[in-house]
Each structure stands twice: as structure tokens, then as C-alpha cells.
């Protein structure tokens, strides 16, 4: 895989099933043109930030929950060639009902950093979103080819890092308004894949006590207070 695109989703909870129902549908649509993998995944730990976090970045409501989705395309060209084509097919004709506000959902693509790791059992997904200078490309993706080593030694399966191609600017909100992103940087979008958020919990643990792991006031390649994520319950996987 050298390029994904990721997504953010405010549902009102009471709307899960119904939107399950639609990520189903549209997983099945989306690989007839090409797509390899779709991933939903439903919040179970999503912290509130000082100054930004993933409820903000779509404008979440009470009653909401957040949903963190990919889809994983085999190259960017694919998925030009598959939008062109789903745009024709005569299904776009009549939309499904939406179960959330389409317009505070964010999306965007990215082209793969750096990938590790297999496919296997998942079931839990920490994910994050993080502003990036443009110019310190190179030192982040080292720093997380670093963080998915670590990772990788302490029971996650499999880890993605992503670097924004095409972003679309929203109305309302979108992937570089989430994040207050400047000028300068671009939107990383990554995640790590567990079989189960006890595997998470245990292996988290032992990541903080690796000696690879940075340093309290160690210099970083991205303004971590404007980084979000959360962890998250996997709800449908389609391959």
C-alpha cells in the first residue's frame, strides 16, 4: 500500500447501527473499484486536549460519538481512476440517508510514511492526527519508523503513518482546522493496530518503560500539543 485515505466522523450514538449498515454498504461499493481494506472504528478513549483534540476537530455535539476510518488503496492513481468511475455508476444517482452530519465529517489523503508490521486479529486502534512543518519531513518519519519499532516489540500488530496529499477544505471544519494547522506544515494522519485494548494497555505500559522512547523535554519534530487522538473499538473490517 503506498497511499490511504483517513477519516473523522462525528455519529450521533444512538446512530451506530444505522451507520454500521452504511460503512457496509459503502466498504463493498468502494472495493467493486479498486479499494483493498476499510476500517471503522468507534471511540472508547478520546481525551479532551487544552487546546485542540478530535471532539473539536469536527465539532462534536453531546450526544455524538467519534468514528476514526480509513481506506486503503494500493496507489493514488487507483483511487483517481475509482473516483472517476463511481462518479458514473448510476447507485450515486440516489444516495443513501445519511446517519451523521456529512458536513462536519473530515477527510482527506495521504500517502504512506512508513508502514510496519502484518495484518492480523484487530480489534482496537489508537489513532492520532498531527501537524507537521513541511521541512522536518524527514526527522518525523524517523522519529516514528523509531515509535513503531517500539511499538511493534510490545504486541501491536500492524502501524501506519500517513503524509497529506490532498486535503479538502470544508466549510465547517477540515483535517488542517482540527489540528490549527500554519502555513508550513502538513497533517500526518496515523494508527496503530491491536488485537484487543487489553494488548493495547499491557503493551502501552511496556513502551513507556523502552529506553528508545523520548525523553521528557526532548526536542520533537511536530508541536505536540496540537496532536490528537484516541483509542478506538474496530467495528468493521472489509478486505
Not at 152 to 170: F, K, P
Request: a negative charge; charged letters at 30%; aromatic letters at 12%.
Amino acid at each position: 500500500m503506498s497511499y490511504f485515505q483517513g477519516f473523522l466522523v462525528p455519529v450521533p450514538t444512538e446512530n451506530r447501527d444505522a451507520y454500521l449498515k452504511l460503512a457496509e454498504d459503502s466498504a463493498s461499493f468502494f472495493a467493486e473499484f479498486g479499494a483493498r481494506r476499510t476500517v471503522e472504528n468507534w471511540c472508547i478513549d478520546v481525551p479532551k486536549g487544552e487546546v485542540t483534540d478530535m471532539w473539536r476537530g469536527v465539532k462534536a455535539k453531546n450526544n455524538e460519538s467519534i468514528v476514526f476510518s480509513w481506506i486503503e488503496w494500493e496507489t493514488k492513481e487507483i483511487v483517481d481512476k475509482a473516483h472517476g468511475a463511481m462518479a458514473d455508476d448510476e447507485r450515486m444517482n440516489e444516495p443513501p440517508e445519511m446517519p451523521f452530519d456529512g458536513m462536519r465529517m473530515i477527510y482527506a489523503g495521504f500517502e504512506v510514511l512508513g508502514e510496519s508490521g502484518k495484518y492480523g486479529r484487530l480489534g482496537y486502534v489508537q489513532g492520532y492526527i498531527a501537524p507537521v512543518p513541511v521541512a522536518n519531513r524527514d526527522a518525523y518519519a524517523d522519529m516514528c519508523a523509531t515509535m513503531r519499532d517500539i511499538a511493534l516489540d510490545c504486541g501491536a500488530q500492524r502501524l501506519v503513518d500517513g503524509w497529506s496529499q490532498d486535503i479538502t477544505d470544508g466549510e465547517q471544519t477540515d483535517f488542517k482546522k482540527a489540528v490549527q494547522a500554519k502555513d508550513d506544515e502538513a497533517i500526518s494522519f496515523g494508527f496503530a493496530e491491536w488485537p484487543s485494548k487489553q494488548a493495547f494497555e499491557e503493551g502501552s505500559a511496556k513502551m513507556m518503560r523502552d529506553d528508545r522512547m523520548p525523553q521528557p523535554g526532548a526536542s520533537m519534530p511536530m508541536d505536540g500539543k496540537r496532536l490528537v487522538y484516541g483509542g478506538f473499538e474496530t467495528i468493521l473490517i472489509h478486505e
